[in-house]
């Protein structure tokens, strides 16, 4: 790596300069509104194909509806860049609303194309597919006709859209904005601090038992404090998505979670019974950690807390140099990716207060960039989120030349690409640990990792398919939403914890996003598609990097049982490629337990 020290800053001027005043910005949007207006009269005017022939409307339609695709995601992603960086930032949430009108016009446009492509007969529909113009959009052009298939007609799902803005995604929004205003005061060295809520998360992984325990007793009575209001944001959601559920006549909550990540409830049931099978083995880890810490038992503010005392902090340009390294040794196209990012200021990684909590990866496809969001304090934890989000980005960067239409990629496999980047380097930090202390230490955050996929992640799925069946029923009160976060925890973790974590479904952000259900079983799914991919590298060394992008290329276009059959050659509705899988992860157990003997 050339550079010496990056800017812990982001680079949003480089795409519209202003921030949320720009007027370039102003004007993209204007021309995106006019590009809408077009599609809408396009499809109005559209006519059902009758034959082969008439494919050159329906290839017109397609070419409009890419740049509008493309002119929406850039700017969703520019509002999310806005508001993440500066909570108070109230221009950005102006810019949110009025992007979201636009949103609803374009999904009712959508659905009023997807129910002519309905119409079309069988036999004319599979020889328009045929045509050099869409041969290589019949995956997703047979998705879009398959899901209009299982909706209501035009009117009610526009309707639907409609009143999504000020309902659905508002709910969401609405929750966005409390969190962002939340502070907890926390003392450190005799002085007391106000931190934003993720900044105060990111002490429950400090070397100190009695600051974890003091922050995580004060982020608990700041949920607390907050309960009643977050009470309102879930059941509203998820009270929206259940009436929307039943007007479809869609009977399973999983339907649309499942058909958005293309995978059968097979292979997630045989995902979720394989992860069981084996978690005795991480409960022997939970206990040997809960006795090098010197307590009984673990509590949850103790998960995530560093085995040794030694407060290890990495600085960013350190840890920017090693996932480098680390990306190197798998391939140079993912290595000069990350450089890249770190050298144009892609990131924005400062700690401050008026950021919101968390981190993400947003892509602007039509500049072909990515912004990554995070707050960076030195932890190694730190470093394997920021390997994460740039596995996020190198995926999104090698979908650039494919085909708009190809580039929506579900969350499962957008975590496989992240987890495997995670993976490269947490894999490199234990190999090259110079101390045997060291090397314990890293690989026990390896260990906890799986920890959090297998158990924490189980939680959350647990407690969301739950909480969904009793919320058919009516409001859930918050007492109730506090038992079955706990129960659902207690199981998850075989009941190997002291203490638990009951206000997690108003803490953890992706209770509440409205863009994707289920926001949980993907990250465990990504976590251990990624270790077969990632055995697969260990074995091919370097020449697997192009493969590894051609996987990428198709996970738009895909399901995921076909992917994993084409690229990997398994079938994962069977059991053996999940444990296959999970035993990497017990190896790492066993490594631990014999090394802390």
Known sequence: MTKTSYDLTWDLDVIFEGGSESEAFNQYLHTLNENLQELGDKVNQFTTPKSAEEVESLATIIHHLETVTTQIRESGAFISCLSAQNVDDKKASLLRAQV???????????????????????????????????SNLQYVLNEKRKRANENLPLEQEAII????????????QMYNTIVGKMSVEVEENGESHHLSVGQASNKLSSADRDVRQAVFHKLQNAWTEQQDLFGETINHLSGFRLQTYKHREWDHVLKEPLEINRMSEKTLDTMWSSITKYKDTFVKYLERKAHLLGIEK??????????????????????????VDQFNQFGPKMASFAEMAFEKRWIEAEDRSGKR????????????????FMTYSGTASNVATLAHELGHAFHQHVMDDVHPLNQRYAMNVAETASTFAEMIVADAAVKKAETEQERLSLLEDKVNRSVAFFMNIHARFLFETRFYEERKQGQVSVERLNTLME?????????????YDPHMWASKLHFHITGVPFYNFPYTFGYLFSLGIYAKALEEGSDFEEKYIALLKDTGSMRVEDLAMKHLNVDIEQPEFWEDAIKLCVKDVEEFLQLSQ
């Open 100 to 134: 979201s009108q636009m949103g609803a016009v374009f999904s009712t446009t959508m659905t009023q194309l997807d129910q002519k492509l309905v119409q079309v007969e069988e036999s004319v529909w599979n020889q328009l597919l045929d045509s050099p113009e869409l």
């Open 161 to 172: 859209n409609d009143l999504s803005i000020d309902g659905y995604h508002a709910w969401g």
């Open 298 to 323: 673990l509590n949850w503010y103790d998960v995530g807390a560093p085995i040794t005392n030694e407060e290890q902090t990495v600085s960013y340009d350190e840890g920017a140099k090693f996932i």
């Open 357 to 372: 909590p968390g981190g993400f990866c947003t892509s602007f496809p039509d500049s072909k960039q990515t912004r990554i």
């Open 487 to 499: 129960e659902a925890q207690k199981e998850a973790y075989c009941d190997a914890l002291g203490e």
